[in-house]
């Protein structure tokens, strides 16, 4: 049987490799589990497992919509994030039309891309960040999507608000952006971009979030998009029946109420990053200073090499050659436990 021409370049997503036992640090998870509340909204609806869900998640995208000062019909729930990119270039782009992104960054971008025919156009980091400047230099009238990951993934860096403003003022009217906050909740910096604001006054950008990192919520897959209605209503007629079970769309609901996890994951990110931020300062180790809840650290060897080592001693980091960042691994602010034990490894690569 003949597939389709656009999928012949497309390869299976590898997740981050592990194995049985191993403490996982190496996938952007909430190191303290689930979100407790998301578990006891769980439970409560096992009964109603019989019953289709509500297939426009009316419920979670009323309470994601209040959690960013909106109204419903900014809202659309996915199953997870990763739905929504392809959801979003299912709606707008052609076959053979562009899709530009960068080089170093999440690949589910490249995935929703070509699925839908697109021409992959990826533009290197400079310094570890979006080069805003040289994504500009690459659009054309066959410019269809933007994907800026905000705060990037795997690097952790930030665009500030009015390099990213400016940039957006400077696209011409046919792009379309997606700003991914997938770590938008982690970042703490004052010029932090609020993509929730910026899409209330430009009606050529989509900015998603997911539960799979500050709630804890991966395993359940729940990820939502923020833009201006008419856009929202145009990706709706993608949507499949009933996109996000029953589950999700309670735990998500919940989840988003629970402060005191909340305040909890993000204290434990904070004290994390300063710990590790001294520690490989001490060991010699550069890294990218991160608004997100992993940290981008340079090894100066095989990545790959030192992720086997890792798992060796029981942990399983994420090696970044996959990236093109051959020398550089990510590595998952923790525990307290985890971080000391990270360092521990890592203190001790040089006999390895
Ligand atoms: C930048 C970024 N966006 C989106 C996702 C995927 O989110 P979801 O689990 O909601 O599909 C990830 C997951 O690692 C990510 O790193």
């Known amino acids: 049987m003949k597939i389709r021409k656009t999928l012949e370049s497309v390869k299976p997503y590898v997740a981050g490799r592990t194995r049985p036992g191993a403490v996982k640090l190496s996938s952007n998870e909430n190191p303290l589990g689930p979100s407790p509340k998301a578990l006891t909204a769980i439970s409560s609806e096992l009964n109603h497992l019989h019953r289709y869900p509500d297939g426009v998640s009316g419920i979670l995208r009323e309470t994601i919509a209040s959690h960013h000062n909106l109204t ?30 960068a080089k170093e960054t999440f690949s589910e971008y490249n995935f929703s891309g070509l699925l839908y025919g697109g021409h992959i156009k990826k533009v290197p980091l400079q310094e570890g960040k979006y080069d805003l400047k040289s994504i500009l230099d690459q659009v054309t009238e066959k410019t269809s999507l933007i994907f800026v990951c905000n705060p990037n993934n795997p690097t952790g860096t930030y665009l500030k608000e009015k390099e990213l403003k400016e940039f957006l003022d400077a696209l011409p009217s046919h792009v379309l952006t997606i700003l991914d906050e997938a770590y938008g909740e982690f970042a703490t910096a004052e010029d932090f971009p609020s993509g929730q604001e910026l899409i209330k006054s430009n009606k050529r950008l989509i900015v998603t979030h997911t539960f799979s990192k500050l709630y804890g919520l991966a395993g359940l897959r729940i990820g939502y998009a923020l833009a201006d209605p008419t856009l929202i209503e145009q990706i709706f007629r993608t949507k499949q029946a ?13 989840a988003l109420g629970d402060q005191n ?3 909890r994951t993000l204290d434990l990110c904070k004290k994390g990053k300063t710990f590790l931020y001294g520690e490989l300062k001490r060991l010699g180790y550069d890294y990218y200073p991160s608004q997100a809840n992993f940290i981008c650290i340079r090894v100066k060897r095989d990545s790959r090499a030192v992720f086997d080592h890792f798992l060796d001693e029981g942990m399983a980091i994420r090696p970044l050659a996959s990236f093109g960042l051959d020398e550089w691994i990510r590595y998952t602010i923790g525990t307290e436990d985890q971080n000391r034990e990270f360092i521990r490894i890592m203190s001790e690569l040089e006999k390895a």
């Open 72 to 101: 419903a019909d900014y809202v659309i729930a996915g199953n997870g994030s990763d739905e929504i990119f392809a959801m979003i270039a299912g709606t707008y782009l052609e076959e053979g039309f562009e899709v530009i992104t």
């Open 261 to 263: 996890f909340i305040s």
């Open 242 to 254: 009933f996109n996000v079970n029953i589950l999700a769309q309670q735990a998500g609901t919940a």
